[in-house]
């Protein structure tokens, strides 16, 4: 974008209320610029506090329910919030395991309560079962043996 062409007055006062004018201007905008960073850096550390509330609300509900609540937060709400394993257990032969929520090839905006009946047990599956799995709740790190994907 061309700068904007401000005429130049022809007498001296008003030449320099202009060029004072348009040096308050472009000062202003290095002023509003970095308050806009600011404030985008509080909204994204607010989001990032809210996100972590709700993966820390579900743990409790799964805990204290012991089954997949609806509502649950969404791939990307856990990931975002500091929660990016999710805890397992075979309904079967209640082997557990962690699944790793960034390796997962389903869309981000997929509710983590949805992935119970889409996850599997690699266990059973090589002795040709294909039980689903049951969640247990999200985690920070991955806290057993090998990860699932």
């Known amino acids: 974008m061309a700068p ?6 022809l ?4 030449r320099k209320a202009l060029k004072k004018e348009l040096g ?6 290095t002023i509003l610029a970095t308050q806009s960073v600011e404030a985008r850096a509080k909204g994204d550390a607010l989001i990032r506090q809210a996100d972590r509330l709700l993966c820390h609300s579900w743990n409790k509900r ?4 012991g089954e997949p609540i609806d509502p649950s937060p969404t791939v990307d709400q856990a990931i975002n919030g500091g929660y990016p394993w999710l805890q397992i257990e075979c309904s079967r032969c209640k082997t557990a395991r962690d699944v790793d929520l960034i390796a997962l090839t389903h869309p981000p905006t997929t509710f983590v309560h949805d992935l119970a009946s889409r996850l599997r047990c690699s266990k059973c599956a090589k002795a040709g079962r294909r039980p689903p ?4 709740q999200l985690a920070q790190r991955a806290s057993r043996g090998a990860p699932e994907t």
């Open 4 to 9: 904007k062409h401000h005429p130049t007055p």
């Open 11 to 14: 007498s001296g006062g008003d």
């Open 24 to 29: 308050k201007a472009r000062a202003m905008t």
């Open 62 to 65: 799964m805990w204290a329910d």
């Open 133 to 136: 799995a049951t969640l247990l």
